[in-house]
């Protein structure tokens, strides 16, 4: 398999790699996966949201919370 990047990003990615620690192929091997895990969970979100009620703000919110994905750290 051979892949081809515009210099910028293939720069970039040999930077990636180098500041890793690892080597070009397991790196960009690393980012396939990455990508692969994000479209399945997308997949199943998307399927999951079609089977299932819409979440309340609330519920989004205390996930926000718990994930650590908010300045806002109140209980809800």
Do not use: H
């Not at 990003?9 to 192929?25: F, I, P, Y």
């Not at 199943?44 to 919110?61: G, R, V």
Request: aromatic share 6%; charged share 30%; proline share 3%.
């Amino acid at each position: 398999m051979s892949v081809s990047f515009d210099g910028e990003l293939g720069d970039a990615v040999r930077d990636a790699a180098r500041r890793a620690g690892v080597g070009l192929s397991a790196w960009l091997a690393g980012a396939a996966a990455a990508k692969l895990r994000a479209d399945a969970l997308a997949e199943f979100l998307d399927s999951w949201e079609t089977a299932n009620p819409a979440l309340t703000p609330e519920e989004l919110a205390r996930a926000e919370r718990e994930l650590g994905l908010r300045a806002d750290q109140s209980a809800a």
